[in-house]
């Protein structure tokens, strides 16, 4: 028998209608959803944005429970739960949509899945669909281009006060000594990831004389959607995970 297809659909930043036509025909025609969800008293922002067209009778929904930490043991251990669940479905020929905030390559807890699949079963056949990231949905919501002509644009993960990043394998990816210089030398920088480290890169901004040229973008396309300018209003507060920053020189 043939494989099941593993879809991995995008469903955009937050307003439904930044789905695309392509994920949206696969989100209804799919008979299993796979909805990640790393906090179970929160609902999935993906699920959120989806759900208005998804039908519970004639879907299967399957929330994937994964911890919200960086203790690799305790991930691996959550994706080998997960694998469970899938593979099985998939060898039996079924089709099954994962669901996502933004685009699945950009920073999405799909590409782990994504890497494990390949190497578990190479011949399980895997469809990525692009979806309309938070980064794209920000710039146009605040009219800031990204960039013309020869401009450079960075976008990192401002994962500054722990001073390092792990990639899916586990490979420690230090980025803390590059927020400098990216600021120094990129034209627009946009970093996500922003809610825990907020007030040491404002305090960075402040040293580059960039203060000015930010602006933090929170939950962009939801109906709570915050946009500010004025960043040191935000100084001490607590900021929530889907929020981002754009520097523009
Ligand atoms: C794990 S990454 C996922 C990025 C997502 N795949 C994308 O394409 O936008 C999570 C980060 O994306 C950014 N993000 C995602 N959705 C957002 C939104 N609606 N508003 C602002 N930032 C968002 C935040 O910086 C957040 O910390």
Do not use: C
């Not at 995008?10 to 909805?35: F, M, N, W, Y």
């Not at 990525?128 to 920000?138: E, K, L, N």
Request: charged share 25%; proline share 7%.
């Amino acid at each position: 028998m043939a494989y099941g297809t593993l879809y991995a659909v995008g469903v955009g930043p937050g307003d439904p209608e930044l789905i695309t036509l392509k994920g949206l025909r696969r989100l209804q025609s799919a008979s299993v959803i796979l909805i990640p969800q790393k906090d179970f008293s929160i609902e999935s922002q993906a699920y959120r944005i989806a759900k208005t067209y998804i039908n519970p009778e004639r879907q299967k929904i399957l929330f994937l429970p994964l911890p919200m930490t960086k203790d690799l043991k305790r991930l691996n251990s959550a994706w080998e739960e997960i694998l469970k669940k899938v593979i099985p479905v998939l060898e039996a020929g079924q089709d099954m949509v994962y669901i996502l905030v933004g685009d699945p390559f950009l920073y999405g807890t799909f590409i782990y899945l994504f890497e494990l699949l390949k190497s578990r079963n190479p011949s399980i056949p895997i469809e990525v669909i692009p979806g309309i990231s938070s980064i794209q949905a920000a710039s146009a919501r605040v009219q800031w281009p990204l960039a013309v002509a020869d401009e450079r644009v960075a976008i990192l993960p401002a994962t500054y006060e722990e001073g390092e990043s792990r990639d899916y394998s586990g490979r420690v990816d230090p980025i803390s000594p590059f927020l400098r210089q990216t600021l120094e030398q990129f034209d627009t920088v946009v970093l996500m990831k922003i809610h825990r480290v907020f007030d040491k890169v404002l305090n960075l901004l402040e040293e580059l004389g960039l203060v000015e040229n930010t602006i933090y973008v929170e939950k962009v396309g939801f109906p709570e959607e915050r946009l500010v300018r004025d960043l040191r209003t935000l100084r001490g507060r607590e900021l929530p995970y889907l929020s981002l920053l754009i520097i523009k020189k």
